[in-house]
C-alpha cells in the first residue's frame, strides 16, 4: 500500500525560504507523477506544481519562478524548494499522486499525504 508523508513545514518570514519534503513509500517514485498542492483556509485546495517521471515540470502562476519541484531518487521524495514566500503563501501544502497523464485538478490523483502546514508572516 502506498504512503506518502509530507514534512519540512513551519513559520518562516516574508522573503525567506523552506523546503518541504514528500516521501513516498510501498512503491517507486517513478510509477507516480508527483505534485504540490495547497489549500488555505476558506479556499479550494490550489495547484502548485507537478513533476514528470520524464523530469517535465509545470508550476501555477501564483508561484512561477519561486518554487521549485525536485524529484529526490535516493530518497524515494519528491521535494518543492520554496523561495521569496509571501504571506499569500500561507497553507496547508499536500503531496499527490498519479500514474497516468499529468493534471492541474486535484480530483486526478490518486494517492495523497497528510498535508504540512505553511505560515508565512512576521
Known amino acids: 500500500q502506498v504512503q506518502l508523508v509530507e514534512s519540512g513545514g513551519g513559520l518562516v518570514q516574508p522573503g525567506g525560504s523552506l523546503k518541504l519534503s514528500c516521501r513516498v513509500s510501498?512503491?517507486?517514485?517513478?510509477?507516480?507523477?508527483m505534485a504540490w498542492f495547497r489549500q488555505a483556509p476558506g479556499k479550494d485546495r490550489e495547484f502548485v506544481a507537478w513533476?514528470?517521471?520524464?523530469?517535465?515540470?509545470h508550476y501555477g502562476n501564483s508561484v512561477k519562478g519561486r518554487f521549485t519541484i525536485v524529484r529526490e531518487h535516493a530518497e524515494n521524495a519528491v521535494g518543492l524548494e520554496m523561495n521569496n514566500l509571501k504571506p499569500e503563501d500561507t497553507a496547508v501544502y499536500y503531496c499527490?499522486?498519479?500514474?497516468?497523464?499529468?493534471?492541474?485538478?486535484?480530483?486526478?490523483?490518486?494517492?495523497w499525504g497528510q498535508g504540512t502546514q505553511v505560515t508565512v508572516s512576521s
Open positions: 499527490a499522486g498519479k500514474t497516468i497523464g499529468h493534471s492541474m485538478s486535484p480530483d486526478r490523483y490518486e494517492v
Open positions: 510501498g512503491r517507486p517514485l517513478n510509477d507516480y507523477i
Open positions: 513533476s514528470t517521471v520524464s523530469g517535465f515540470t
